[in-house]
Structure formats: C-alpha cells, structure tokens
C-alpha cells in the first residue's frame, strides 16, 4: 500500500504561483511511476505531469512552461511548482502513484485562481 499526501493548494490571483507537495509513504520502494492530475468541476480527471522511473517529465501542453514537477530521488516527496496561474487551472490537484500494476491517489487539494 501506498499513502499519498498533499498539501500547498490556496486562493490565488490569475498570475500568481503556488507550489503544491505530495508526501508518500508505505511501500514506496516499488513505485515505478508518480504524477499530478487535477479534476475542475464537471470535468474529467487529467494528466497534469508525470515521471516514470528512468524516463524524462512528461507535461500536459496546457501546463508547458507553467509547471515544474520535481520529486526527491527517494519518492518521498514530490512538487508541482506552478507559475503564471489561469483561472482554467482551477481544481482538484491529485498525486498519484503507480506500484505493482496499482494506482493509488491522495485525496486532493484544492486550487482556485480568481481572474
């Protein structure tokens, strides 16, 4: 089992930046893929950025250049630096992780960005 945590989500004016953490923990020594997705309001679930073990970042095209996803090489901890905030970016942010074929997730925090 894989315990995800996260923290960092807030009210921010269109523009500004936040910086989002994930804490895991449990059996984190088989994780082969971590991630952020976000959910808005009646909207789906989507990919934000994730890694997988030995490959390079991979970003959302709405994310580019905006979005920094950084991790510790212990998988204990990864981020989601987010810059230049649109309102469209307001949701659910989710970590997520991949172990043994298993999604885990955490239970979100929230980002509102007011125009």
């Known amino acids: 089992q894989v315990q995800l945590v996260e923290s960092g989500g807030g009210l921010v004016q269109a523009g500004g930046s936040l910086r989002l953490s994930c804490v895991a923990s449990?059996?984190?020594?088989?994780?082969?893929?971590m991630g952020w997705y976000r959910q808005a309001p009646g909207k789906q679930r989507e990919l934000v950025a994730n890694?997988?073990?030995?490959?390079?970042?991979h970003y959302a095209d709405s994310v580019k250049g905006r979005i920094t996803f950084t991790r510790d090489n212990a998988k204990i901890t990864v981020w989601l630096q987010m810059s230049n905030l649109k309102p469209e970016d307001s949701a659910v942010y989710y970590c997520?992780?991949?172990?043994?074929?298993?999604?885990?997730w955490g239970k979100g925090t929230l980002v509102t960005v007011s125009s």
């Open positions: 449990g059996a984190i020594f088989s994780i082969n893929a």
């Open positions: 890694v997988t073990s030995g490959s390079s970042t």
């Open positions: 997520a992780a991949q172990r043994g074929g298993m999604d885990y």
